[in-house]
């Protein structure tokens, strides 16, 4: 079965260091989305893409926070400058079309020291 | 005041025990989606409904529009269903999710 896959599967890194994860959404999907869950908190929506164009983004993805989709398979978000705070569990989903559900992947784990 | 609640928090059953998790939402909704976390963070998705009622081998999920209310059940539940169970709402005119806090349930044989 398809699937969402996701790297690296976990990434520690400095404060102020750039940092970029990586998602192979299911080929034949179109709608693209990262989310993020810090340690013992609810799930947190980030940035919606389609069309290979940002649809909705949170008050969370401010400035410091980019996606891109270089390709035709990968699906990528930066962040310029991390900060302690960005510490957190991020997923990257994907869905065919607004009809269907959302597939997610197994998440990266962002440590920042 | 949270847009998506969960109730309980956390719930303790025996195996083969009927479960029950609640989800109210306070916004107008285009979908509703019930996610299962693993102890070791990924999410599956178990069902995206916006009327009536879905059901995928034990689990049932219902849905009330007028009240603003789902259900999650889980039929002769097992250990193997130790888990978060997350809702998540899909409001009108909008493509972000917004997730409740989860229930966090174990099943002891």
């Known amino acids: 079965e398809p699937e969402v896959t996701q790297t690296p599967s976990h990434q520690v890194t400095q404060m102020g260091q750039e940092v970029i994860l990586r998602c192979v959404p299911i080929?034949?999907?179109?709608?693209f989305y990262w989310y993020r869950q810090i340690l013992g908190q609810k799930v947190e929506f980030l940035v919606s893409f389609y069309n290979n164009e940002i649809s909705e983004k949170s008050e969370i993805f401010d400035d410091q926070f980019s996606v891109e989709r270089p390709d035709g398979s990968n699906f990528t978000l930066k962040i310029r400058s991390t900060k302690l705070e960005d510490s957190a569990m991020y997923f990257c989903?994907?869905?065919?079309?607004?009809?269907?559900?959302?597939?997610f992947g197994p998440g990266t784990r962002l440590t920042v020291t | 005041k949270n847009e998506v609640e969960q109730s309980p928090q956390n719930l303790t059953a025996q195996e083969g025990e009927f479960i029950t998790i609640n989800c109210s939402y306070s916004v107008g909704i285009s979908a509703l989606h019930w996610l299962q976390q693993h102890p070791g963070g990924g999410i599956v998705s178990l069902f995206m409904?916006?009327?009536g009622k879905k059901k995928h081998g034990r689990l049932i999920a219902t849905i009330n529009i007028q009240e603003k209310h789902s259900s999650l059940h889980i039929t002769a539940s097992h250990p193997r269903d130790s888990a978060v169970y997350i809702c998540a709402v899909r409001s009108h005119n909008t493509d972000k999710l917004i997730f409740g806090t989860g229930t966090r349930l174990q099943v002891f044989p």
């Open positions: 409904l916006s009327s």
């Open positions: 989903a994907s869905r065919q079309s607004y009809l269907y559900e959302q597939y």
């Open positions: 080929s034949n999907h179109l709608y």
